[in-house]
T-cell receptor, first 115, second 114 residues
């Protein structure tokens, strides 16, 4: 079975400071990993994914994530946070043998960026 | 915008009723997945439709059913509604020929069961 843990319900950061949102995963084989963002009363927007290759993945809006196989982690990072980055962030994992539309999502981390 | 559209955006039903939610997939996508997102939780996978057939299902009872049409649009049907069915229902489309592709989500249909 696959699972995702986002250990922080909320992350608070001042605008201009680095932002990190943590995610750890558990799958039986090699993982496909994703980050999505959700704004209030909206659907999910894709940020980035790790499939294979370079452990540092760059995505939309200046976000990046680092895949660490030994720690089974896929933390989302942004060097300089903006107030507009305030939203709900979800990490998701898919087993490479699973249905391609079936993602296991974490519970989400609320990011609050203060001016 | 992802090009995935869902309707209706909001609806209210009473316990025991039935509901149908609709989704139009993004152009070129042949797979639709449905998710349930309860308040304060991450989305939970309901099922996936590929080429008009269900080919993956999460831990949801049979009263959750679906259809996919030849144009790849899809419906989610829920019978005998329960209070716990109140949630945001998300539709996501993808291209089944690319196993590593991301999902493209619609804005969701918010269902309230009274």
């Amino acid at each position: 079975a696959q699972s995702v843990a986002q250990p922080e319900d909320q992350v608070n950061v001042a605008e201009g400071n680095p932002l990190t949102v943590k995610c750890t995963y558990s799958v039986s084989g090699n993982p496909y990993l994703f980050w999505y963002v959700q704004y209030p009363n909206r659907g999910l927007q894709f940020l980035l994914k790790y499939i294979t290759g370079d452990n540092l993945v760059k995505g939309s809006y200046g976000f990046e994530a680092e895949f660490n196989k030994s720690q089974t982690s896929f933390h989302l990072k942004k060097p300089s946070a903006l107030v507009s980055d305030s939203a709900l962030y979800f990490c998701a994992v898919r087993d490479i043998f699973g249905s391609w539309g079936k993602l296991q999502f974490g519970a989400g981390t609320q990011v609050v960026v203060t001016p | 915008e992802t090009g995935v559209t869902q309707s209706p955006t909001h609806l209210i039903k009473t316990r025991g009723q039935q509901v149908t939610l609709r989704c139009s997939s993004q152009s070129g996508h042949n797979t639709v997945s449905w998710y349930q997102q309860a308040l304060g939780q991450g989305p939970q996978f309901i099922f996936q439709y590929y080429r008009e057939e269900e080919n993956g299902r999460g831990n949801f009872p049979p009263r959750f059913s679906g259809l996919q049409f030849p144009n790849y649009s899809s419906e989610l049907n829920v019978n005998a509604l329960e209070l716990d069915d109140s949630a945001l229902y998300l539709c996501a489309s993808s291209w089944g020929g690319e196993n590593t592709g991301e999902l493209f989500f619609g804005e969701g249909s918010r269902l309230t069961v009274l």
